[in-house]
Antibody
Framework: QVQLVESGGGVVQPGMSLTLSCVVS????????MHWVRQAPGKGLEWVAV????????HYADSVKGRFTISRDNAKKTLFLQMNSLRVEDTAVYYC??????????????????WGLGTLVSVSS | DIQLTQSPSFLSASVGDRVTITCRAS??????VAWYQQRPGKAPQLLIF???TLQFGVPSRFGGSGSGTEFTLTISSLQPEDFATYYC?????????FGPGTRVDF
């Protein structure tokens, strides 16, 4: 069974940094685009960032652009999210998810079909 | 950026009911829509992709339809485990935006 396991969440003060990891097993990691999606307490899902299957392109939500960096290590089947200059409004559960690298993909991969359990990031003074 | 709206935002239903949730996009997104179910405290789970294709392992009481700007998720006979929040998502542009969600409760 495919597993995605996030780690690295915690409580930090505004302005500080945090790095999240997502270790993937039983999935052809290097064939999938990988995404981070977050959910603030009691709120809906917000897409954060994507990295192509080969790591050659990234795209970010406007809310995190310039502060967050997504990266991956295909040899270790691990996805990362470096979060700098954290704000109170970044408080959320962060999920990693496997999906297409690009929008308008082939129909059969137009989905986020595997998700991790999430890791909580709390930004508070 | 493409905006998604969902209606209703909350739906009160009973076991056995037929439930329909609508997702509208601010521009034509062809059939690049997926639907997810999220139970409290759990990660989202994929139900439907490409607007109408049932994900492997998802019960056949779930169905999706639509294209362009209007999409629907239908649960033909609501089961106890279906009380959850449902999100649509567009995969037409890089925002990969989600709708605001529809909570289905008693």
């Amino acid at each position: 069974q495919v597993q995605l396991v996030e780690s690295g969440g915690g409580v930090v003060q505004p302005g500080m940094s945090l790095t999240l990891s997502c270790v993937v097993s039983r999935l052809t990691f290097s064939s999938h685009g990988m995404h981070w999606v977050r959910q603030a307490p009691g709120k809906g899902l917000e897409w954060v960032a994507v990295i192509w299957y080969d790591g050659n392109y990234e795209h970010y939500a406007d809310s995190v652009k310039g502060r967050f960096t997504i990266s991956r290590d295909n040899a270790k089947k691990t996805l990362f999210l470096q979060m700098n200059s954290l704000r109170v409004e970044d408080t959320a559960v962060y999920y990693c998810a496997a999906g297409p690298s690009r929008p308008r993909p082939r129909v059969e991969v137009a989905k986020f079909d595997y998700w991790g359990l999430g890791t909580l990031v709390s930004v508070s003074s | 950026d493409i905006q998604l709206t969902q209606s209703p935002s909350f739906l009160s239903a009973s076991v056995g009911d037929r439930v329909t949730i609508t997702c509208r996009a601010s521009q034509d997104i062809d059939t690049y829509v997926a639907w997810y179910q999220q139970r409290p405290g759990k990660a989202p789970q994929l139900l439907i992709f490409a607007a109408s294709t049932l994900q492997f392992g998802v019960p056949s009481r779930f169905g999706g339809s639509g294209s362009g700007t209007e999409f629907t998720l239908t649960i033909s006979s609501l089961q106890p485990e279906d009380f959850a929040t449902y999100y649509c998502q567009q995969l037409y542009t890089y925002s990969f935006a989600f709708g605001p969600g529809t909570r289905v409760d008693f």
